[in-house]
């Protein structure tokens, strides 16, 4: 107990309040045991925060605030929040009054003595401490009762709230947040029609971090409070505005407009002139012959208003809130299903079956692939996987559209003509790309952005109708193909990882479709995905070697690329057939064994390139090192046999070594830096 007592402290003292402060709260830590005696919806330490009536007397209903993380699986894993505050089940809120010096009932009958209503018992008793009489709302929307048809709470009847002044103060991510910037408009409206004269505080975020009433004034003290609440606009007259902010927020970074609603953006001349060009209002000004009236384009008035909600910049973060913490707009649009559910996989497994056969160590590292970015949403993983077969229907493409069914509007299926489009808005608010049928083409630069799409940090966006912009790309990609020269990859690729199905049609595919289709067929694989050991997987190391990605290297490379294979995997045969003696050679002397008649188009430089590629080194270890013949001329030799030995040789070694196996070599060789 003294354990919770402890963290109970530690938590208030982030609200000015202390010791004293709970005895006067009556606060009560509880234990594991007590939670769930109190009908608690987590069993975890916390403390009770009891509510009371006008005259200071605890009511029966009581909230809880936890002190440690209540999360477990799932939500722990996809990183949920943190259940922080509860209630016994069936248990109807109520308004929290802080008991400290302050005669409730004088506050509720005097409808001078101005009002505060936030978020929080806490803060509110940390106002109501300093000064600032305070209620206390469980929740944004804790001010009415849906499920008992309650548009306010019984206790709002027992204040006058005639011509009374309410200032709403809600956290600094209020405007930029609908659902509490909806919740304001309501209260607001409702306490109007209550006869109330109505301010909403926006409170300004401290960097990145967000702003609460106790944390302003932590900060700032209660004289700086008294004049942010003297300064305060009138929610009356300014509804429209308020109201735009429910429904939109402007983007700094690229200077455009988000539409909650529609999920939509907007260039600010759009906003205004087309979208909400019918969001208007009539000012009216008295002149020395009357009233004039004007209309007044709510959507412009809003771009100017000081008030109105904006973010740094989009972000793409799977998992966080809509508003992040450090002010980003995130354009994630949440999971393809509700939540993962333990469920029946067999068809999953018989589909892994049918791709991979006996290949166990193949199939672990794609299923741990599969598995990773689910349990880490937001990585970029340095891999792709490509599954090709010649069959078609041999169920290659039902993996990623199963994939699909976990990652919802945030996954995609492409094909060669989407990644031709300037605009790529295929790759927008994407986690998951299936890419069927895609191949490099047998173009190098083609293969290269192929790569570089794995790989890259961020990803430049080019949508229609509105600037373009940069954002984190956190895309990861499934290839498949029924060609075995899909993907032109190098000898030393990392990060490709290759599988050839050798089954043939899949024959169950109906009964998969089904399983798949359904919701809880995808949910079990959602849970089996999540619950799978990854092992030492490693998202950012190199693909494995297969047999598929070894004869798709070898069936992708041109006549000279083939040869150079050829000649690092059989030296000695290859050598033998040209004539070549001994172990280091230039590249114009490869080169003629390769073309012997001079009838090829490959160049002496194409084939040091490949040379290159397929790791020769130069003797020496260094492509600055020549050797000078004795008319003058130079040479950069590879080694072609034994290359650990001619790496870190001494270089008097190498020039011997090579001029002995070559009579026609007048002189001695020298070593020469270029």
Not at 4 to 31: I, R, Y
Not at 211 to 216: E, I, M, P
Not at 381 to 403: D, E, F, Q, R
Not at 409 to 414: F, H, V
């Amino acid at each position: 107990m003294s354990e919770v007592k402890s963290l109970m402290l530690t938590k208030l003292a982030d609200s000015l309040l202390n010791a004293d402060d709970a005895s006067l709260m009556q606060l009560e830590p509880a234990t594991r045991a007590r939670s769930k005696e109190l009908g608690l919806p987590s069993s975890h330490e916390c403390f009770v925060i009891p509510y009371f009536d006008l005259s200071g007397n605890p009511t029966d209903f009581f909230r809880a605030r936890y002190v440690v993380d209540t999360r477990k699986g799932f939500d722990k894993m996809a990183g949920r929040k943190a259940l922080r505050y509860a209630q016994p089940a069936d248990t109807v809120t109520e308004l929290y009054l802080p008991p400290f010096d302050v005669d409730w009932a004088d506050v509720a009958s005097d409808p001078s003595i101005p009002l505060i209503i936030t978020e929080g018992e806490l803060k509110a008793a940390c106002a109501t401490k300093f000064g600032h009489p305070t209620i206390g709302l469980g929740g944004v929307w804790s001010f009415q009762s849906n499920k008992n048809e309650m548009p306010l709470l019984p206790m709002f009847d027992e204040f006058n709230w005639q011509e009374r002044i309410v200032y709403i103060c809600y956290d600094s991510d209020a405007a930029t947040n609908p659902n509490v910037v909806a919740a304001e408009l309501r209260l607001s409206d409702r306490l109007l029609d209550l006869g109330a004269e109505v301010r909403i505080v926006r409170l300004q975020p401290e960097g990145d971090a967000k702003v609460g009433l106790d944390d302003f004034l932590v900060l700032h003290g209660p004289a700086k409070l008294s004049e942010m609440l003297d300064n305060a606009e009138p929610y009356a007259g300014s509804e429209i505005l308020h109201k735009l902010n429910e429904r939109v927020l402007y983007v700094r970074n690229p200077g455009l407009i988000w539409d909650h609603v529609e999920k939509m953006r907007m260039t600010p001349a759009n906003f205004c002139a087309h979208a909400f060009s019918d969001w208007t209002y009539v000012e009216y000004r008295e002149t020395k012959t009357g009233t004039s009236t004007t209309e007044i384009s709510g959507a412009l008035k809003w771009l100017k208003w000081p008030a109105r909600a904006v973010v740094s910049k989009l972000r793409y973060a799977p998992g966080e809130d809509r508003v992040t913490e450090d002010c980003c707009l995130n354009v994630w649009t949440g999971w393809g299903l509700e939540e993962p559910k333990q469920g029946a996989i067999g068809e999953w497994q018989r589909l892994m079956d049918h791709i991979f056969g006996g290949d166990g160590s193949a199939r672990l590292w794609f299923e741990r692939w599969c598995a990773y970015p689910l349990q880490h949403p937001g990585v970029k993983m340095h891999t792709a996987a490509a599954i090709w077969g010649p069959v078609h229907g041999s169920g290659k493409t039902l993996i990623g559209h199963t994939l699909m069914r976990i990652y919802g509007t945030n996954s995609a299926e492409i094909k060669d003509s989407d990644l031709d489009d300037e605009r790529n808005e295929w790759a927008e608010n994407k986690q998951f790309i299936l890419a069927d049928d895609i191949t490099s083409r047998g173009d190098r630069r083609y293969m290269r952005r192929l790569m570089t799409m794995i790989t890259q940090k961020s990803l430049r966006l080019n949508p229609k109708y509105v600037p373009s912009y940069s954002i984190a790309d956190v895309i990861n990609y499934l290839f498949t193909s029924n060609d075995p020269d899909a993907l032109f990859m190098d000898d030393q690729d990392r990060r490709f990882f290759v599988h050839e199905v050798v089954a043939g049609l899949f024959q169950r595919h109906t009964e998969y479709v089904a399983w798949m289709k359904s919701d809880a067929g995808a949910a079990a694989l959602w849970y089996y995905m999540l619950d799978m050991d990854l092992g030492a997987f490693d998202p950012h190391s190199p693909a494995p070697s297969t047999a598929g990605k070894e004869s798709m290297i070898e069936l992708g490379k041109s006549d000279l690329g083939s040869w150079v294979l050829e000649l690092r995997q059989n030296p000695d045969r290859v050598l033998q057939k040209a004539g070549g003696k001994g172990d280091l050679f230039s590249a114009a002397e490869l080169h003629t064994f390769f073309d012997p008649a001079g009838t090829k188009r490959a160049s002496t430089n194409a084939l040091a390139r490949e040379l290159k590629r397929a790791g020769f080194i130069v003797a020496g270890g260094n492509d600055d090192t020549k050797v000078k013949r004795a008319d003058g001329s130079t040479v950069r030799v590879y080694a072609v046999r034994n290359a650990e030995l001619w790496k870190s040789a001494p270089w008097a070694k190498a020039c011997e070594h090579y001029v002995s196996n070559r009579p026609s070599e007048k002189g001695p060789a020298k070593k020469t830096k270029f």
